[in-house]
């Protein structure tokens, strides 16, 4: 059982292209969370899907972010025209069956834009 | 907010001592989760305490809820250097979506 993957493990953008991190949840698991962590700080939720719904983008920034979990394939969290700001560890969970068995996590994709 | 607050913020104690952290929160949750992250890592899941449960254990982990205060502690019993790291409580208030304190960074000194 391989767990959640993540890739890249690191992405290095310049300043205007578009960053794509792809999240494979676990097997078995339907619930695709994605969370953003700065340096030395907690993570902050970004969205909620299930296989092809977002359920919950509330923590989603209105432009430039967009979030998919299509029907075959793994998650993707797209950043379209990255900034400095967009620097930081992007964290992808899943879980069975919403948070009465807790998240696993995948080991994050690190995004430094230049 | 919603969001968990740990205390403290940085904790050292000598291997072998115990552990306490704690972690507030705001409103009615179905459950609260405990995290451990390794630097550089993902968040590993320690524990998951119910709402109607008041104390659980895993291990040398001792986690406890008290519902009337929005408090939770996590205790870490004969630490070891392996232990470093930084733990994070996360609380379901049943939107499915877990919201995360901003942690504990636990140092073991052998």
């Known amino acids: 059982n391989a767990g959640v993957m993540q890739n890249p493990r690191h992405l290095v953008r310049r300043r205007g292209q578009e960053a794509r991190l792809r999240c494979s949840p676990m097997?078995?698991?339907?619930?695709v969370y994605w969370y953003r962590q700065l340096p030395e700080e907690g993570l902050k939720f970004m969205v909620y899907?299930?296989?092809?719904?977002?359920?919950?983008e509330s923590g989603m920034p209105k432009e430039r972010f967009s979030a998919e979990f299509p029907k075959e394939g793994p998650s993707i969290l797209r950043i379209q025209q990255v900034v400095r700001g967009d620097s930081a560890a992007y964290f992808c969970?899943?879980?069975?069956?919403?948070?009465?068995?807790?998240?696993?996590f995948g080991s994050g994709t690190r995004l430094t834009v230049v | 907010s919603q969001q968990g607050e740990e205390d403290p913020q940085a904790l050292s104690i000598q291997e072998g001592e115990n552990a306490t952290m704690n972690c507030s929160y705001k409103?009615?949750?179905?459950?609260l989760q405990w995290y451990r992250q390794n630097s550089g890592r993902g968040l590993v899941h320690l524990i998951l305490?119910?709402?109607?449960?008041r104390e659980k254990h895993s291990g040398r982990l001792r986690v406890t809820l008290d519902t009337s205060k929005k408090s939770s502690s996590l205790l870490i019993t004969a630490s070891r250097a392996a232990d470093t790291a930084s733990y994070f409580c996360?609380?379901?208030?049943?939107?499915?979506?877990?919201?995360f304190g901003t942690g504990t960074r636990l140092t073991i000194i052998p």
């Open positions: 969970a899943s879980s069975r069956s919403g948070t009465n068995y807790g998240y696993t």
């Open positions: 097997k078995g698991h339907s619930h």
């Open positions: 899907l299930q296989k092809e719904n977002i359920i919950d």
């Open positions: 409103t009615s949750i179905n459950n």
């Open positions: 305490i119910r709402s109607n449960e």
């Open positions: 996360a609380t379901n208030f049943g939107n499915e979506k877990l919201t």
